[in-house]
């Protein structure tokens, strides 16, 4: 007998994978050029050159059986402490190599979390809508179960009162994921410590820590003067999950880690926990050569020129037009109402009738809007303008 939570989880389809697919298909038939794909999360951006640089410099100047070699489970001690360096230079932490655990991308980080969490089969995760879809699987991996918030409408910052409602006795984490995706939304400071102001009675309450899962592969994806707050610095019971897949356009890389403040609660015991839920999941010893690589490029910025002008010229093009949306302050999404109030309904129209490619909120959580990822050519912004003026005349508002 096979195991039947594997097997939904192998054959259940995903709407952002068949609208990729769809797109590679039709790009054959009407040509690349008249197929606008806004379905993928993937990075349009290069890699700094200083990553390519680091890349080949290894390869030429180290011994190859070291450098596709395995590292110790947990990473190596210089790229932690590089990491943990970088944490300290930015933000008030007095973050340490022991504290950092180097994961294959931000994935593998959030369910070790997850397994690590989980010791009952009532515990749950509470995420926030709109959330990333594949938290219904990641936050499940130990057992436990996802419980949802509702949106909070237009603006996408956190109901506080539905979250109160929403964490009960059961609850173990909730998880932040701030820049956000699907919304582009930043969760202003102030939001962040009013969740701590209430996950701190909460945990008093229930006898037991609440901790705070920040999920964080778009922290350096913001835009303007907006700010991302590193949550540990509002609540210590937090743990924070990152990868470069986004921030140095590596996902293919898969390189993350999780970071276990010491001052969270069971400090020491939980990264010892999380190490083992890893272990499980074979999510140790990832890529050397790559660790090698963010261990020297942890301080690069990226170049976020490209995305900012997608963002400006897909907002202000959407927005004339009477679409309607808030202005993403980060990451490379921009969530927008599905102009007749149907996400499936619009989605479906604008992939048959017009090539663009969008993906229904309803997998977010969130029914009634569009998720469009921006990590495209500005090209196929400028081309897909008229698309959308068919579109949101013929479907109204
Ligand atoms: N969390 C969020 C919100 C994401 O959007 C993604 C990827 O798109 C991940 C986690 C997984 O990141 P990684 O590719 O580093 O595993």
Redesign the pocket.
């Known amino acids: 007998m096979l195991n039947q939570k594997y097997y939904g989880y192998g054959t259940a389809p995903s709407v952002i994978r068949e609208l990729f697919a769809y797109g590679l298909e039709q790009a054959k038939i009407v040509g690349k050029d008249k197929v606008y794909d806004y379905s993928l999360?993937n990075p349009s951006i290069p890699a700094p050159a200083k990553v390519n640089d680091t890349i080949k410099k290894l390869v030429d100047e180290e011994s190859s059986i070291l450098l596709h070699g395995y590292s110790m489970a947990p990473g190596f001690e210089s790229t932690r402490e590089a990491i943990a360096a970088n944490l300290r230079k930015r933000f008030n932490t007095n973050a340490k190599a022991s504290e950092l655990f180097m994961t294959?991308?931000?994935?593998?980080?959030?369910i070790s979390v997850a397994c690590a969490l989980t010791s009952e089969p009532d515990d749950n995760f509470v995420v926030i809508a709109p959330?990333?879809p594949?938290y219904n699987v990641f936050f499940k991996a130990g057992g436990g179960k996802v419980r949802r918030v509702a949106p909070d409408i237009p603006d996408f910052q956190i109901n506080l009162e539905a979250l109160e409602e929403t964490v009960n006795h059961d609850t173990v984490a909730v998880v932040i994921?701030s820049p956000?995706?699907p919304s582009g939304v930043i969760y202003t400071k102030e939001t962040l410590e009013k969740i701590a102001a209430v996950l701190k009675k909460k945990s008093v309450k229930y006898g037991h820590p609440i901790y705070i899962v920040a999920?964080e592969?778009?922290r350096e994806l913001v835009y303007g003067d907006a700010k991302v707050t590193f949550i540990p610095e509002v609540y210590d019971d937090t743990i924070v999950?990152y990868?470069?897949?986004?921030s140095l356009s590596l996902?293919g890389e898969?390189i993350?880690y999780v970071y276990v403040p010491e001052k969270c609660a069971n400090g020491q015991a939980l990264y010892a926990t999380i190490a083992g839920a890893a272990r499980e999941i074979g999510s140790v010893c990832p890529p050397t050569l790559i660790q090698r690589v963010v261990e020297e490029c942890v301080d690069c910025e990226p170049d976020l020129l490209a995305y900012d002008e997608n963002r400006n010229d897909l907002y202000n093009g959407l927005t004339e037009m009477g679409y309607e949306c808030a202005k993403p302050d980060g990451?490379f999404y921009l969530f927008m109402k599905a102009p007749n109030g149907d996400d499936m309904a619009f989605s479906e129209a604008a992939k048959l009738e017009e090539n663009i490619l969008i993906v229904p909120g309803t997998g977010f959580g969130c029914p009634g809007y569009i998720r469009l990822a921006y990590c495209v050519s500005n090209k196929t912004i400028k081309d897909s303008m008229p698309g959308f003026k068919r579109l949101i005349e013929k479907y109204g508002k």
């Not at 294959?104 to 959030?110: F, I, K, R, V």
């Not at 990868?243 to 986004?246: G, L, R, V």
Request: charged share 15%; hydrophobic share 25%.
């Open positions: 999360g294959c991308g931000c994935a593998p980080a959030l959330y990333f594949e994921n956000n995706n999920d592969p778009y999950c990868s470069w897949s986004k996902p898969r993350g990451a």
